[in-house]
């Protein structure tokens, strides 16, 4: 089943119980959560062909963070009986669920130290890479439509500084700056960019 979601559209909220395997078809969406003072605070960017969920329909747990569709988006939704007869009857099934979790987890123990480490041009650089993981979305190519306002958001950062580092990143040869969207000149130099 296909749903269509308008931008700023939660499409999931935390304590929210789902009943589906989630994948990314177009557009972008935040995986985050709002603090109880109301900051707003990004775990990941989800682009197309990334697909998740799959934790809290394991665990048969509600939802722990929001999900958020930062531009118009199209997602793809499997059923819980299908995904759970996939899980007892396909081992490439299993063993892609256990590579996505592993590299979710590499991810986000990176993150931790990125955010600990690094500095602006850093966390920028290194969000930016995150979207483009051949195993979490490994359909996307080397360009995505993105603005700079939500890479902003995914690393952390206020538009103008987003806009700033966009700029020193291009200066790099790392990325090409294209109206509304980037495209990567340097996969593994932006992964390791502010070292």
């Known amino acids: 089943m296909l749903r269509t979601l308008e931008p700023g559209t939660y499409f999931i909220h935390r304590g929210d119980r789902i009943d589906?395997?989630?994948?990314?078809?177009?557009?972008?969406?935040?995986?985050?959560?709002?603090?109880?003072?109301?900051?707003?605070?990004?775990?990941?960017?989800?682009?197309?062909?990334?697909?998740?969920?799959?934790?809290?329909?394991?665990?048969?747990?509600?939802?722990?963070?929001?999900?958020?569709?930062?531009?118009?988006?199209?997602?793809?939704?499997?059923?819980?009986?299908?995904?759970?007869?996939?899980?007892?009857?396909?081992?490439?099934?299993?063993?892609?669920?256990?590579?996505?979790?592993?590299?979710?987890?590499?991810?986000?123990?990176?993150?931790?130290?990125h955010d600990r480490t690094l500095d602006s041009s850093g966390k920028v650089a290194r969000s930016l890479a995150s979207l483009f993981n051949p195993v979490i979305s490994p359909f996307v190519g080397s360009h995505l439509d993105i603005s700079q306002e939500e890479i902003g958001l995914l690393a952390g950062v206020s538009r103008p500084v987003a806009n700033r580092i966009l700029q020193e990143l291009e200066k790099a040869g790392l990325i090409r700056n294209e109206g509304g969207g980037v495209t990567i000149r340097d996969l593994e130099k932006l992964r390791g960019y502010g070292e």
């Open 20 to 113: 589906n395997w989630i994948g990314v078809v177009s557009g972008m969406l935040r995986l985050g959560s709002i603090t109880t003072s109301g900051k707003a605070v990004t775990y990941a960017g989800l682009p197309p062909s990334c697909w998740f969920g799959e934790g809290s329909l394991l665990k048969d747990e509600p939802r722990q963070y929001d999900v958020l569709a930062l531009r118009r988006t199209q997602v793809a939704l499997l059923n819980r009986s299908t995904f759970f007869w996939l899980f007892e009857n396909s081992v490439a099934f299993d063993r892609l669920l256990v590579r996505l979790i592993n590299e979710r987890l590499g991810q986000f123990i990176a993150q931790v130290e």
